[in-house]
């Protein structure tokens, strides 16, 4: 398993020199492009920017790939035009039906839990093939009917603030051709803006928001046209920083009897060595008219050692998660996406279901 994450890694730092690379000869290329001759794209075979996963236009107009809103979660592989600005609010509402257990089982979530979730995702078109775009999520959660009571028997609670803001930097390798997809090379921090310090025993773990990690992830997007849908995929590898957070517990006290019992909670600083994981995300779209898209989504996360530095000491986690969803493209410039996540599997971790509505103007 070593061996796989060394190439994953070594990959991935490969695909972000080549990044690097591009960044210094975008400027000529899009000089060079204003010079080209103009013409139709669907008669140059060039890539379309109307919508967030269009795919090569080939030259018959009855192969023309439409425009489309793109995935859901699973994220596209042609950057935005340069110079263009697209905005795309994000809200899911969570609700926990169980916890998957180490083995893969589900088991009981010891409550009634939900989480609101509202991501502003920010896209800019930096240079030609190069895009960047910031993702800041607002989140709230809320227990109630909870089996395990809090130090004063607290069952219900809840906490909100902002997450962990995520900043990403995409460039186009290859641009689609009859044969060849579209691949993009990603490379994205992850700042641990969340609250996950100083927790509250009496918010029963409501008032964590963030991962405590600076995350850097590494990977490559691919998308293709293969009439009549439009395919997605996504791997990445992530790494996180080491980082400090407090752990409650109670100690035994005697009481007025000489008994002992459970005392007040106190709190013990813990260093925590998070795992690296590796993401796997398919889509694909149906195009069913000009306006009303079909899209199904298979996401995954898998937990995996650390490639460097101190060995891990978090348990591995994993989800498998499915994103049926229908797209509505109301104008060139408008289109918003329904979708529900349903988690199909996983372990360490808990099992939700989530409606999702988003939706993107460009500007």
């Given at each position: 398993?070593?061996?796989?994450?060394?190439?994953?890694f070594?990959?991935s730092?490969f695909?972000?020199g080549?990044?690097?690379?591009?960044?210094?000869?975008?400027?000529s290329?899009?000089?060079?492009k204003e010079?080209s001759?103009?013409k139709?794209a669907?008669?140059?075979?060039?890539?379309?920017?109307?919508?967030?996963?269009?795919?090569?236009?080939?030259?018959p107009?009855k192969?023309?790939?439409?425009?489309?809103?793109?995935?859901?979660?699973?994220?596209?592989a042609i950057?935005?035009?340069?110079g263009k600005?697209?905005?795309?609010?994000?809200f899911?509402l969570?609700?926990?039906?169980n916890?998957f257990?180490?083995?893969?089982?589900?088991?009981?979530?010891?409550g009634?839990f939900?989480?609101?979730g509202?991501s502003?995702?920010f896209t800019?078109?930096?240079?030609n093939?190069l895009?960047?775009?910031?993702?800041?999520?607002?989140?709230?959660n809320w227990?109630?009917?909870?089996?395990?009571?809090?130090?004063?028997?607290?069952?219900?609670?809840?906490?909100?603030?902002?997450?962990?803001i995520?900043l990403t930097f995409?460039y186009?390798?290859?641009?689609?051709?009859q044969?060849?997809?579209?691949?993009?090379?990603?490379?994205?921090p992850?700042?641990?803006?969340?609250?996950?310090?100083r927790l509250n025993?009496?918010?029963l773990?409501?008032?964590?928001?963030?991962?405590?990690?600076?995350?850097f992830?590494?990977?490559?997007?691919?998308?293709?046209?293969?009439?009549?849908?439009?395919?997605?995929?996504n791997?990445?590898y992530?790494m996180?920083t080491?980082y400090?957070s407090?752990e409650?517990?109670?100690?035994?006290?005697r009481?007025e009897?000489?008994?002992l019992?459970?005392g007040?909670p106190?709190?013990?600083r813990?260093r925590?060595?998070?795992?690296?994981?590796v993401?796997v995300?398919?889509?694909?779209e149906?195009?069913?008219?000009k306006?009303?898209?079909?899209?199904?989504?298979l996401?995954?996360?898998?937990?995996?050692?650390?490639?460097?530095?101190h060995?891990?000491?978090?348990?591995?986690?994993?989800?498998?998660s499915?994103v049926?969803g229908i797209?509505?493209?109301?104008t060139?410039?408008?289109s918003?996406a329904?979708?529900?996540?349903?988690?199909l599997?996983g372990?360490e971790?808990?099992a939700?279901?989530?409606?999702?509505?988003?939706?993107?103007y460009a500007?």
């Open positions: 398993m070593r061996t796989v994450r060394t190439w994953l070594f990959l730092l695909c972000c080549w990044l690097a690379t591009g960044w210094f000869n975008s400027a290329a899009a000089e060079d010079k001759i103009s139709p669907a008669v140059e075979g060039e890539i379309q920017f109307e919508g967030r996963g269009e795919g090569f236009q080939p030259e107009p192969d023309e790939c439409p425009s489309t809103f793109g995935p859901i979660v699973t994220d596209t950057p935005i035009e340069t600005f697209a905005l795309q609010p994000t899911g969570s609700f926990t039906t916890n257990s180490p083995s893969w089982r589900r088991i009981s979530a010891g009634d939900k989480s609101f509202m502003w995702k800019y078109g930096l240079w093939n895009e960047v775009y910031a993702v800041i999520p607002y989140i709230h227990a109630s009917n909870v089996s395990e009571p809090g130090p004063r028997g607290e069952r219900a609670a809840d906490f909100g603030g902002l997450g962990d995520n995409k186009r390798l290859v641009e689609e051709t044969a060849a997809p579209t691949v993009s090379a990603i490379f994205s992850t700042f641990p803006s969340g609250h996950f310090r025993p009496g918010r773990g409501m008032d964590q928001l963030g991962s405590g990690s600076y995350n992830t590494t990977g490559l997007n691919a998308s293709k046209y293969l009439n009549p849908f439009i395919v997605y995929g791997l990445w992530t996180g080491a400090t407090n409650d517990r109670r100690p035994l006290v009481d009897n000489g008994d019992v459970e007040d106190v709190s013990t813990v925590n060595y998070p795992r690296d994981f993401t995300n398919l889509a694909a149906y195009p069913m008219t306006k009303w898209v079909a899209l199904v989504e996401t995954s996360t898998w937990d995996a050692g650390r490639l460097i530095g060995k891990a000491n978090l348990a591995p986690a994993a989800l498998l499915i049926p797209e509505y493209m109301a060139d410039k408008f918003l329904l979708g529900v996540q349903i988690d599997a372990k971790t808990t939700n279901i989530t409606p999702l509505l988003s939706m993107v500007f």
